[in-house]
């Protein structure tokens, strides 16, 4: 006889379908066993994840979104739209993966391929000098021309080449979140996608010029 309940849910927004895990009892004990996650669907197992779905036995993921069928994955951290992964470990910054597993295990670039992360310094007030000048700013772009890019493309073009060695290397994105680390700001990827007007706010924000 089919379960009368199709999802259980908890006070998160995350759900669990009886007809997913097979009974009205594994998918209560799937539910019971995320913490601290939201808006995840499907999931078990996993921790601090949002907007996640099929993932399961998770351990050590931070700031992951829109993630799906992931398995088995630790340490992972800042990623997002990845499917089908599984058996990941000591990722971070991935975005846009799919059908990736055994990702430590496969990988054969070393510390020495990659390129040197550049440090801006007194980043914020760099950014704000730039993106504040008349048609400077355009988000809706990585770059539009010399002078008008988007906040991640101002950071890539404020490293002068090593920035752009990077941006070639990885992506605009992680090139962008990567120097801003190293410039000692851990900046969430999803500023990157602001509106003109939200993000001139945040970066006038943080450059102290409220």
Request: charge should be negative.
């Amino acid at each position: 006889m089919t379960d009368t309940i199709e999802w259980l849910t908890d006070s998160n927004g995350n759900r669990c379908s009886v007809k997913h895990f097979g009974s009205r009892e594994a998918a209560q004990k799937a539910l019971d066993s995320l913490k601290n996650c939201d808006n995840c669907t499907n999931c078990s197992y996993c921790s601090d994840c949002s907007d996640c779905s099929d993932c399961s036995y998770c351990s050590c993921c931070s700031d992951c979104s829109r993630c799906s069928g992931c398995s088995g994955c630790s340490d992972c951290s800042d990623c997002s739209d990845c499917s089908d992964c599984s058996r990941c470990s000591g990722c971070s910054y991935c975005s846009d993966c799919s059908d990736c597993s055994d990702i430590k295990e496969k990988e054969k670039i070393t510390v020495s391929d990659t390129p040197p992360i550049p440090k801006i310094d007194n980043i914020h007030q760099l950014v704000y000098a730039a993106v504040s000048q008349p048609q400077a700013l355009e988000m809706g772009a990585w770059h539009t021309c010399e002078t008008t890019h988007c906040r991640a493309g101002w950071v890539v073009h404020l490293a002068g080449e090593a920035g752009k060695a990077l941006e070639a290397f990885h992506n605009t994105e992680l090139a962008a979140m990567l120097i801003y680390l190293e410039s000692g700001y851990h900046i969430n990827p999803a500023r990157f996608y602001d509106t003109n007007e939200a993000a001139l706010a945040d970066i006038k924000n943080l450059a102290g010029e409220v």
